[in-house]
């Protein structure tokens, strides 16, 4: 099992850029594709993105609109979400998540992290 810890959250205007990590210890963490989820006050925790194991494949919500870029170094143990032209919409408790790619694009998450808070002002 691997264990994952958020950060990189904050309060931003509308228009700004935030880079959320994702800090990897315990099992293998190149072994798992990893997901970034988002969970909004009153609403579903849903999928942002993920990325498989090696990078070679990346999924996106239809909200993200080409404005937000996953991405990983296994070296490091860990993950990025990169996210540019924020809305007050993406205002958000985001996490990330690992596990197979099925898995993960399913949302069969069964181990959440305190995830980290990003608020985007208006």
């Known amino acids: 099992q691997v264990q994952l810890v958020e950060s990189g959250g904050g309060l931003v205007q509308a228009g700004d850029s935030l880079r959320l990590s994702c800090a990897a210890s315990g099992d293998t963490f190149s072994k798992y594709a990893i997901g970034w989820f988002r969970q909004a006050p009153g609403k579903e925790r849903e999928i942002v993105a993920a990325?498989?194991?090696?990078?070679?494949?990346?999924y996106y919500s239809d909200f993200v609109e080409g404005r937000f870029t996953i991405s990983r170094d296994n070296a490091e143990n860990t993950g990025y979400l990169q996210m540019n032209a924020l809305k007050p919409e993406d205002t958000a408790v985001y996490y990330c998540?690992?596990?197979?790619?099925?898995?993960?694009?399913?949302?069969?998450?069964?181990?959440w992290g305190q995830g980290t808070q990003v608020t985007v002002s208006s």
């Open positions: 998540a690992a596990n197979s790619w099925r898995a993960v694009i399913a949302g069969q998450i069964y181990d």
């Open positions: 990325i498989h194991w090696n990078g070679d494949n990346t």
